[in-house]
């Protein structure tokens, strides 16, 4: 995790793949979105998607578990580097979520972020906020997934 | 699954309740979320959170687990009716998540929502659009989730 100091606009992160597989959108459906689409090859043929495809909350968290794995990673370097630190805060949550395609099984998301802005908490004077859009992309290049991101990012130890 | 038709501005669904337990809060964090406010109970009571809390993308799946139960319950009952109910139509996505409060282990949500607005559709006669605030409740009365969403929702044939 990045301080604020070290972030700027227009800056890409990427968070990786994850590939969405027949098994897992199934396991996924039958505890949180057990819809037929979701849960069945043959329904979905005959559904709208023309497909069997993830629920829009498994496309969501998939993505958590990415950006997850990416703070980690970069949490670890810099402590390989010698240098102390900060957890990541809370996100109070996003706006503009859209499921712009569906996803099939046998489909790879790969998710990122681009800063939109950067703004100095009021409040909290040693958070600033970050705003990004995250994106998913499908292996053909097709967006997916988008949503807009605000989160507190610790500032720099003065 | 209601028709379009039977809708109106303020009507009230309650979808159920969710109980978080710590089982299947950490079950879902070792998957999709792994920080550790969602996995150690320890390092939780340490976080800013205080205690061992749901990922937001958990709360986010119990909800539309409640909804899908909540829409077959409504399929079900009017097919038991005698009516020949269309299935709901997909959502294009929402705006304005917002997790307000943490949902603790032992914490039971309760979701509902408030239609907000309703709209025909320009380019497809036979579905109109629903717009509705989702809310979720804990125990103690306190909103600890909202956003707004869409739907398609079919029309009566005529």
């Known amino acids: 995790m990045a301080y604020f100091e070290d972030m700027k606009i227009g ?3 990427e968070f990786g793949s994850y590939l969405f597989t027949k098994e897992n959108i199934i396991r996924f459906a039958q505890k949180y979105d057990p819809q037929p689409f979701h849960l069945d090859e043959e ?3 005959k559904s ?3 497909g069997l495809c993830a629920s829009g ?3 969501g968290a998939a993505c958590m578990r990415k950006i997850v794995d990416f703070n980690k990673a970069q949490y670890e370097a810099a402590i390989a580097r010698g240098e102390k630190p900060l957890p990541g805060g809370p ?3 996003f706006k503009n979520l859209k499921w ?3 996803v099939f099984a046998g489909d790879t998301v790969t998710y990122s972020s681009e800063i939109t802005e950067l703004r100095e908490s009021a409040t909290r004077p040693q ?3 970050m705003f990004a859009k995250i994106i998913g992309v499908n292996q053909n290049g097709e967006r997916v997934y ?3 991101s605000s989160a507190f990012i610790p500032r720099k130890p003065k």
Chains 1, 2 share one sequence.
């Open 146 to 148: 988008e949503f807009d």
């Open 57 to 59: 909350w498994h496309t």
């Open 11 to 13: 800056d890409v992160r």
């Open 127 to 129: 958070w600033g906020i």
């Open 48 to 50: 709208l998607f023309g």
């Open 43 to 45: 329904a979905a043929k």
């Open 91 to 93: 996100s109070p949550g």
């Open 100 to 102: 712009l395609k569906p």
